[in-house]
């Protein structure tokens, strides 16, 4: 094998600890859409099968995978390591990447392991290479272990909502998706989702007008629970905004808008094809100029780097009159980001929304909204107040995929021999925090109420986002981590 085919096979040498790099390097070569884990729940079998390890895939696809404890220690509470299998797909529009086929392209740069032009898949694949190394490593001392890798999570955490309430065994639940090292996470927001179509009625381009295309690139884009509080740009906001100011300055008829990829992650790009008469083509161009300057001044120190150009196309059909009133009024109107910062935990969200993706054409249109609290009604009534906004122009709504959240529980045992094991081991006191953010572990704490829970891992930036990047010694140090709590549980 050649240095460079070895390089290919594995990208991350040399890194530490090598267990968990060639576990994640392993998850890189193998698609993780949500709701496509087929493959890589087949590989994970076939590796645990050949560990002699006893695996299975519940009612819910779920992989699940058991050790015995190691010796003298079969009495010790079962220990359930839980990551989910699944990844955000999100690419720069210049990526000709194929999340259903290609690898994942990560490269090494100083203390960062990233993927330049789509996600990485840190998020949860450092996770789910943690569980790994641990079944792995026959020399770890540890009572039952148990690692469940759930299905779908980045899209309604469908795995964790199948589960069954008799597949775990385990009493303690470590859960390795979360995104700051050293800060051990509490307790999450709940959320849902909010899914908005209406039917179109198209009419054909004027003739005589000019089809053109404006595109909003250049934003940084983030994970809409981690990010939402930071003021980051929503290419879908801001050209609802630019659109709905266009039309009055000149005619305008709109053909499509689409933007985002996901409704968890904040929309990066949007597209719009507009037609325009022809004398109104150099005004337009000027105003957009004087949008791109405007925006960056109010973005400035956050999100400056937004591109808006435009170009010449070609358009068949236009929505009716109608159609682009209710579009464009309402998503000008729709509500996007903090709606209520928390009084309990200041300088942390409580409820927001995210408007995360859009596609409309002549025909038809679609949104689609996540809402996130720590208060359950809050979340409700966020979505209710979207409802309304769209009830006004006849359109119904559509709610689904409502998790709970997770409450902190301050008393927890697991969370007083964390803080123990983190100080002897690194030397200072682990931060705590409640995410706001979606885990899984507040579905699974409403099916097992008896587990005690914690969530920690290594430093993650821009997860759900082109660019993502895991920091190299902060895996390291998960490790350690995870190795010291297996052997005080007992």
Known sequence: MTNASQQQDFPFRGLKPESVWKHFAALCRIPRQSKHEGPVKDYLRKWATGQGLVNFIDAGGNLVIR????????????????????MVCQKNDSSTHDFSRDPIHATVRGNLVLSENTTLGADDGIGVALALAVLDDNSLVHGPLEALLTVDEEEGMGGANKLATDVLQGKILLNLDSETWGDFCLGCAGGMDVLVRRAGHPETFPAGWQAVQIDITGLRGGHSGINIHEGRGNAIKLLARILHSLQNRFPVCLSTLTGGTARNALPREASAIIGVQPQNTASLNDLLQQWQTLIRQELAGVDENIRIGWKPVTAGQIMSSDDQRVWLHSLHAAPHGIWQMSVSAPGSPETSNN??????????????????????????ALAEEIASLFA?????????????????????????????????????????????????????????PDLDIISFGPTIHSPHAPGESVEIDTVENCWLLLKALLNAIE
Not at 67 to 86: M, T, V, Y
Not at 396 to 402: D, M, S, T
Not at 422 to 431: L, N
Request: glycine share 8%; proline share 8%.
């Open 392 to 448: 006004l122009s006849g359109i119904q709504i559509r709610k689904e995929n409502a998790y709970p959240g997770w409450a902190p529980d301050l008393s927890s045992p697991l969370l007083a021999l964390c803080r123990k094991i983190y100080k002897q081991e690194f030397g200072s006191e682990p931060a705590t925090h409640i995410i706001h953010a979606g885990l899984e572990c507040g579905i699974l704490k409403s099916k097992y």
């Open 355 to 380: 408007l995360g993706t859009v596609n409309l054409q002549p025909d038809s249109g679609s949104c689609t909204f996540m809402v996130r609290s720590t208060i359950e009604s809050a979340c409700h």
């Open 67 to 86: 050790k015995p404890a190691s010796p003298g220690r079969e009495n010790a509470p079962g220990i359930i390591l839980q990551a989910h299998l699944d």
